[in-house]
């Protein structure tokens, strides 16, 4: 599964991490494939905890790899499961586990210009764009082919709201929910 073999026939590559992000990207990756009758390869890029500089330097963190690769292995197969009820995907292709960081593993794997590269591209506040690079940005600066940014589903926008609402222990909204429940027919 993490043995990369290249293929002849047009691809849609995927990456995925786990996140509902990625999981709606998974799940949009799978249509395209689908519609253009090309291989869907879902990829889960890992790198060891504190980044693969550290784990150069620490006989440790070299043991530890097969367990850290083994554990990508599972979150890809968990996030398989989660939209296609299982490991099957029932599109040709395969599934890929790569070492290093996600923006580059992912522009190296679609590397041909009939490859279609398809992203999360989440809800990011300013703090979290200034730490954490976004992978989506990367692969639309340097892929060769084609990338598909997909953002967040509308119910995981409210989600977070709630969520957000109930960390700071406001009360929620319920006009729009009655409002939504008097334009329904009733009987329907």
């Known amino acids: 599964m993490s043995e990369y073999r290249p293929s002849s026939a047009a691809r849609v590559v995927v990456g995925v991490s786990g996140s509902l992000e990625s999981l709606t990207a998974l799940g949009r990756a799978a249509e395209e494939a689908r519609r253009r009758g090309a291989e869907l390869w879902p990829v889960l890029a890992w790198e060891p905890p504190d980044g693969d500089p550290a784990a150069r330097r620490s006989p440790a963190a070299t043991a530890m790899v097969p367990e850290w690769e083994r554990l990508a292995r599972e979150r890809l197969f968990g996030a398989l499961c989660e939209v296609f009820g299982g490991v099957d995907t029932c599109l040709p292709g395969q599934a890929l586990v790569a070492r ?3 923006g580059p593993v992912l522009v190296r794997i679609a590397d041909r210009e009939d490859d279609l590269l398809v992203v999360g591209a989440g809800r990011r506040g300013r703090l979290h764009r ?7 940005r990367y692969c639309l600066a340097r892929a060769a082919c084609p990338v598909l940014a997909v953002p967040p589903s509308p119910l995981q926008a409210a989600l977070a709201a709630v969520h957000r609402r109930n960390i700071w222990r406001l009360r929620l909204d319920t006009g729009d929910i009655r409002r939504e429940f008097e334009t329904v027919p009733p009987g329907a």
């Not at 200034?130 to 989506?136: D, W």
């Open 100 to 102: 290093g960081a996600p």
């Open 130 to 136: 200034a730490l954490s690079p976004s992978v989506g």
